[in-house]
């Protein structure tokens, strides 16, 4: 609960950081160029960091799961 608490106020302040800072912007990615609204910028920068962390933190906790299966005796493994 605490978790979702903390995600939502840092959901709110990138909002209210976005909206305030909302003048067109150039932007440039390797060949790609265009124009956009900084806080449209500014909210999907900090979408796929979120994105990226949530994956990462998932990757991270899947993974022990898989260290405990392997480390079952050759008995047990013939046995199934």
């Known amino acids: ?8 106020i840092v959901l709110f302040l990138v909002a209210i950081f976005s909206v305030q800072n909302a003048v067109p912007v ?24 979120m994105i990226a962390g949530a994956i990462i933190i998932s990757l991270m906790r899947f993974k022990p799961s898989a260290k405990k299966e392997s480390k079952k005796p050759s008995s047990e493994i013939s046995k199934n």
């Open 26 to 49: 150039a932007i440039t990615f390797l060949f790609w160029g265009f124009e956009a609204s900084l806080a449209i910028v500014i909210f999907l920068s900090a979408l796929c960091g």
């Open 1 to 8: 609960m605490a978790t979702i608490i903390i995600l939502l």
